[in-house]
């Protein structure tokens, strides 16, 4: 597994997270990077995208405004800064590398990390 996810957790509705995924690759920056997520019984849906040098992103419409995608290619390492959360928030977070640009669809990568979950109580 070269993606590795962390910063899930448990908070209350309005408050925020931070999300990371450390690309063990030497060549992450060759790779655009989506964060997708998954509730229980559904496929995994695309919350953000940032292509391989960082200029182009994009945000499923319920996150536009609260979520931040970010990337560090000397860190190897992509971000999602998750602000105002809610309840309908909750679910399990997944970072996924595809070459070079973003798709909305999670067929199109090829690399997965193994989840984070992410709970937000009313």
């Known amino acids: 597994v070269h993606l590795v996810e962390s910063g899930g957790g448990s908070v209350q509705a309005g408050e925020s997270l931070r999300l990371s995924c450390k690309d063990s690759?030497?060549?992450?920056?060759?790779?655009?990077l989506g964060w997708f997520r998954q509730y229980p019984g559904k496929l995994p849906e695309g919350v953000s995208c940032?292509?391989?040098?960082?200029?182009?992103?994009d945000y499923e419409d319920s996150v536009k405004g609260r979520f931040t995608i970010s990337r560090d290619n000397a860190e190897n390492t992509v971000y999602l800064d998750m602000n105002t959360l809610k309840p309908e928030d909750t679910a399990k977070y997944y970072c996924?590398?595809?070459?070079?640009?973003?798709?909305?669809?999670?067929?199109?990568?090829?690399?997965w990390g193994q989840g984070t979950q992410v709970t937000v109580f009313p």
């Open positions: 690759r030497l060549t992450f920056n060759l790779y655009a």
């Open positions: 940032i292509d391989r040098d960082g200029i182009s992103t």
């Open positions: 996924a590398a595809r070459p070079i640009s973003c798709s909305p669809s999670p067929n199109e990568y090829n690399e």
